[in-house]
């Protein structure tokens, strides 16, 4: 608690998602601070536009923080959570990347080490600006208490039953879907185009399945500006598939399709269709 007598929440960091968490914290009553340190200039815009406070040095966000939210691109997830352990947080600390179960439960073990405790989230839905848009699913001793400084803005936050991999269990098999199927359609567009027969395919999805020719259209483009950070994602649908003994291929192969997609990083022209499609395709 600061001297205002409000619990402090360290948010790592403010990205599209990150800051409309923050945004929610502040909205539950709490005090969020951030740190600008390595951070790029959107990071800090949208950090000031929220009006976070900017306590420069991890140290600081780690020594005053009550309760630490990582939202960070997956492949990060771990690495942020070392240094936060290096530094001797043992507060609360929550994790609510896209990662898998074994890797939310490695970051457990970190934070429990350290005598810290730790509370497993997976976010569904964009970035939580309105109402009814956005859940963040919370698992862990520690859930229901971190969660009444998160659910009083636009975010819902529901608390599920399980252990450290619940939350996140809950948003591999979510993504495994919505991301899944997108990379799949991109696909399937790039192996018509291929084999020249794109535009009978279209002219049959338009006869038979008109929903795909629309989400090719609308849905593809903002699944490209995306792809970067999908491709860490669906690495983690993947090993969570292998740890169940079930097929990995199929995330395997849709980390590639959105790896052949890393160009149109944060594109809001970004395209769809074929346009887009004609980039997995070797040159
Ligand atoms: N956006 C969504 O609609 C959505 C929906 C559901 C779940 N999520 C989850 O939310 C998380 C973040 O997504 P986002 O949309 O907020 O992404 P984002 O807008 O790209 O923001 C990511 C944040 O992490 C920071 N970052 C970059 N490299 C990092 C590193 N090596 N270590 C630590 N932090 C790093 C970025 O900082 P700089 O770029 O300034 O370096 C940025 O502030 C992901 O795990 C994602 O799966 C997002």
Known sequence: MNDDGMTTIGLLHPGAMG?????????????????????????????????????????????????????????FAVELAEEVCAL????????ANAIAPATSRTIAELVERNNGSY??????????????????????????????????????????????????ALKMAYAAWTKGTSALLADVIALALAEGVHDS???????????????????????????WRFVGEMEEIAATFEAN????????????????LEQFKDDPNAPGGADLAKHLLPD
């Open 201 to 227: 395919l279209v002219a049959e999805w338009e006869r038979s399945q008109p929903e795909l020719v629309q989400r090719s259209e609308r849905g593809l483009p903002g699944a490209a500006a995306k792809a």
């Open 119 to 168: 509370v497993d989230g997976g976010i569904i839905g964009g970035p939580a600006r309105q109402p009814d848009t956005t859940r963040l699913y919370l698992a862990g001793a520690q859930a229901q208490f971190a969660a009444q400084f998160l659910d009083k803005g636009n975010l819902e936050v529901n608390c599920i039953e399980g252990d450290a991999g619940a939350a996140s």
């Open 88 to 95: 001797g947080y043992r507060g609360i600390y929550v994790d």
């Open 19 to 75: 800051s409309s968490i923050g945004a929610a914290a502040q909205a539950s009553g709490a005090r969020v601070v951030w740190v600008s340190e390595g951070r790029s200039e959107a990071t800090v815009a949208r950090a000031r536009a929220d009006g976070f406070e900017d306590v420069d040095w991890l140290n600081g966000l780690v020594n005053q923080s009550r309760i630490i939210l990582s939202v960070c691109p997956p492949e």
């Open 245 to 260: 003994g079930l097929p990995d291929g199929f995330h395997r192969a849709a980390a590639e399709v959105y790896r052949r």
